[in-house]
């Protein structure tokens, strides 16, 4: 693996002269690891199927999981949709308002695209990714480029370059660090229905600013996806996000929070059934744990600014389980938000995969 750091360089030309080398790798059929304002995403060209099959062979994904493919500027979706089937009004109003950025759209997907980016789907998920990191690897390789996130199957996803080299460094051909992602979730998927339009998996854009766009309900997939079915889009099917350690999420009144915060290690502490010894870790607003004086190991607590919880909650919470996996936690609490608007129904989507459903409301 050969790791370029491009950290702080914004200037376009710049960054194609220094991404020359990995763009060919990708363009030839290399895997190439990157930063996007969301997660960092292990690209292949999407037009290649045996460079495209590497993705899952690296990530040790399941082969029906589809893939995000992006772009760096709107010539390229020739290469990656149905051009005989013109897009929806609704469609183009969103790319206009919200490309370059987190926002995946669900299109009739083109003949040229390698199958394995959308298996056994007439659909394809496509976005441009508003890093320039991103952005000029892309359009220096002069492909689509097909990417998840550039991790182990099932793992958080990686917000550092680190991350990265630490789940896939044998794996991957290149590992362009650009530093942190600004978001630190993933992008919002968007399927558009004769009716509606459906968010098949929250993230940066959210309900409202999809709903401020268009001119129909913008409505939520339903929770209870059924797993007979191939996922229409990434997250919908298998577990993921999940640290080694255990999750749990409350959210509701912050009194109440605290108080079954407590009860649960009340309860584990008495459980004589229990063998192992629960090590915990704490994710909160930093009012919450000065307001109710928790007080864990440095390395295992995390006080996020309460005035932007939900956002600050979102950008760390990958590297947040990862650093609590490596402080040996076997159990993260976490104060959760509220999932009904805003950022919180990306990230309370997160938590209710990493915690495989261990999410409390409490009064």
């Not at 996130?149 to 958080?156: D, H, I, Y």
């Not at 090590?279 to 996020?304: K, S």
């Amino acid at each position: 693996m050969q790791r370029l750091t491009v950290e702080g360089i914004r200037q376009e030309a710049q960054l194609r002269e220094m991404l020359r080398e990995p763009a060919q790798s990708l363009r030839r059929g290399g895997l190439v690891a990157f930063p996007t304002e969301t997660v960092y995403g292990l690209g292949a060209n999407a037009l290649v199927e045996e460079a495209v099959r590497r993705i899952f062979e690296a990530k040790e994904r399941p082969r029906d999981n589809p893939l995000i493919v992006h772009i760096a500027q709107d010539d390229q979706l020739r290469d990656v949709i149905d051009e005989s089937q013109p897009l929806h009004e609704d469609a183009v109003r969103l790319m206009r308002a919200f490309w370059p950025g987190p926002l995946t759209l669900l299109l009739p997907a083109g003949a040229r695209l390698a199958p394995s980016v959308h298996p056994g789907q007439p659909l394809v998920g496509v976005r441009m990714p508003d890093h320039p990191v991103a952005r000029a690897l892309i359009a220096e390789a002069g492909v689509p480029v097909a990417a998840p996130s550039a991790n182990r199957s099932g793992r958080p996803s990686p917000t550092t370059a680190d991350d990265v080299e630490a789940d896939l460094g044998g794996q991957v051909d290149w590992l362009i660090d650009g530093g942190p992602c600004p978001i630190g979730v993933e992008s919002t998927v968007l399927l558009l229905e004769p009716d509606c339009a459906r968010i098949l998996r929250p993230g940066g854009v959210t309900q409202e600013m999809i709903a401020s766009v268009i001119d129909r309900p913008v409505l939520y997939a339903a929770d209870a996806f059924d797993a007979s079915s191939a996922p229409l889009a990434p997250g919908m099917k298998y577990r993921h996000y999940a640290p080694n350690a255990r999750v749990h999420v409350w959210w509701g009144a912050p009194e109440a929070i605290d108080e079954a915060m407590r009860a649960f290690l009340l309860d584990a502490v008495q459980d004589d059934e229990v063998d192992e010894v629960m090590v915990p870790a704490l994710i909160a607003p930093d009012d919450f744990v000065r307001r109710f004086g928790w007080a864990l190991a440095d390395e295992r607590q995390a006080a996020l600014p309460a005035d932007a919880y939900a956002e600050e909650l979102a950008r760390h919470l990958y590297r947040l389980l990862r650093a609590f996996d490596r402080a040996g936690a076997t159990d993260v609490l976490v104060h959760g938000v509220d999932p009904t608007h805003g950022v919180g129904a990306a990230v309370m989507n997160r938590l209710y995969k990493a915690s495989a459903g261990r999410v409390r409301w409490v009064g």
